[in-house]
C-alpha cells in the first residue's frame, strides 16, 4: 500500500490505474481504525480492483466545543490494519492540502432539510461540513465506487442526496453496522469510555431492539415509544440527545401509517456522543 498526501501524486497514481481499465474504490474516514472500517474496504473490494481509504480529521465538520482536538489520530497502527485489509492507496492530506484558501473561502456543498435535522439538530454545520469534504474526496478520487457505514444512517442519506443532485458518477454503498458482542455499535468514540461506561453503553442498541420488537408487537403511538425509550436509556447512565423513529426516506417522524421505518438515536455516555440505528420494515 502507498500512502500518499497530496492531490496532485493521487491523482497521478490513479490517473494510471483508471488507464489500465481498474475500477476504483473509495473509503473515506478519518482514521483510528476498527474492524467497522475494515469492513468497508472488504466491500470495495467486491466490486472494484484498486482501493483507495482516505484518513482525513476534517474539521470543518466539527462544531466549537467539540472533539477535533482530541479525536485520536494513530496513523501507524491505521496504515498497517489497511495494509492487511487488502487497501492499495491511502489518501491522508493535511488540513492545508484539503483547505488550502482556509475554511471562510471554501465552497460548500449544502443538502437542504435533512442535514437540518437529528445529528444536524444536536450538531449545527455538521453536515454542510461533511457534504463539502465528501464531494472534494468524490472529485479527487473520482471513483466508481465509494462505501460508507450504516451507523451514520443520517450521513449516508446526506450523500446519496448529493451525489444524485450533483449528477456524480459514483455509485454510493451503505455498508452494515458492525457491533461488539454485546451489540455497541463499533466507533472511535467507544475510545472515549472508561471500562464503567463500556458496560453502559451496550444499552443504546438494546433500547432500540426494545424499540422495534414494541412496533413489531403492534404499538404505533411513536412519540410515547420514544419518551420510553430515553428515559430507558437515562436509567442506564446516558443523557438524552435524541431518539426518533422515523421515516426511511426522508428522515420526517414516521406515523401510524407509515410501513418503511428507521429509529435514529444519540446518546452522551461520559465523554463519548454515540449514535447508532435500527431499520424496522413493518
Ligand atoms: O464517517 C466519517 O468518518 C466521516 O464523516 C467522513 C465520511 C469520512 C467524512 O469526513
Redesign the pocket.
Known sequence: MKTVHTITELRSLLAAERANGKRIGLV???GNLHDGHLSLVHQAAESCDIIVA?I???PL?FGAGEDLERYPRTLAQDQQKLVEAGCHYLFAPSDQEMYPNGRDNQTEVIVPKISLLHCGASRPGHFE??AT??SK?FGIVQPDVAV??EK?FQ?LQV?RQLTADLYLPVEVQGAPIARDSRGLALS?RNGYLTPEELDIAPALNTALRDTRAAIQAGRRDFRTLEEEAQQALERAGFQRDFFNIVRQNDLLAADENDSQLVILAAGHLGRARLIDNIVVEL
Open positions: 473515506p474516514t478519518m482516505t482525513f480529521v476534517n465538520q461540513g461533511v469534504v465528501v474526496l460508507f457505514g451514520d450521513q450523500i472511535s
